[in-house]
T-cell receptor
């Protein structure tokens, strides 16, 4: 059973701080890793994808992947109240289905 | 490019009825995946269609079925609805060259 684990939160951070969201996965053969953001009542929207070990930066967002530790994280710098949402980690191997974690709820306090 | 569209956006049905949901993928995308999202279970994979063929299937009963048409549009059907089928049903499309899935707005189904 392939699993993706995330702390459900809520993770509360003050405005302007760095939010750190973490995810572990069980399938060592996983090749592709994704972070989605989901606002309450809305559908998930893609934030970032990452495929190789290391860091990938896009604006205020940085995804970090460590395949040896089966760990992927998302850092949000200069957190804003508009970043308050549930963040979903998803993992994929080949043509098998995308496997989602249950998400971490982030609350950015103004 | 237009995004993934889903119809209808909201549905209210009663137990025992059946329902059909529709999904139109992003132009050029040939893969369509369906998910059920509930507060307790999170996003659960239903099935994936690629070029009119079911490529993957999740652990849902046979009451849940789907199909894909030659224009890549997809439908899912749930027969003999149960109260527990109340959920947000999401479809996502991806292109052959990419693994990234893009989600539609979802269909919120309420079974009474």
């Amino acid at each position: 059973q392939k699993e993706v684990e995330q702390n459900s939160g809520p993770l509360s951070v003050p405005e302007g701080a760095i939010a750190s969201l973490n995810c572990t996965y069980s399938d060592r053969g996983s090749q592709s890793f994704f972070w989605y953001r989901q606002y309450s009542g809305k559908s998930p929207e893609l934030i970032m994808s990452i495929y190789s070990n290391g860091d990938k930066e896009d604006g205020r967002f940085t995804a970090q992947l460590n395949k040896a530790s089966q760990y992927v994280s998302l850092l949000i710098r200069d957190s804003q109240p508009s970043d308050s949402a549930t963040y979903l980690c998803a993992v994929k191997r080949g043509n098998t289905p995308l496997v989602f974690g249950k998400g971490t709820r982030l609350s950015v306090i103004a | 490019k237009a995004g993934v569209t889903q119809t209808p956006r909201y549905l209210i049905k009663t137990r025992g009825q059946q329902v059909t949901l529709s999904c139109s993928p992003i132009s050029g995308h040939r893969s369509v995946s369906w998910y059920q999202q509930t507060p307790g279970q999170g996003l659960q994979f239903l099935f994936e269609y690629f070029s009119e063929t079911q490529r993957n299937k999740g652990n849902f009963p046979g009451r849940f079925s789907g199909r894909q048409f030659s224009n890549s549009r997809s439908e899912m059907n749930v027969s003999t609805l149960e109260l527990g089928d109340s959920a947000l049903y999401l479809c996502a499309s991806s292109s052959p060259a990419q693994e990234t899935q893009y989600f539609g707005p979802g269909t919120r189904l309420l079974v009474l």
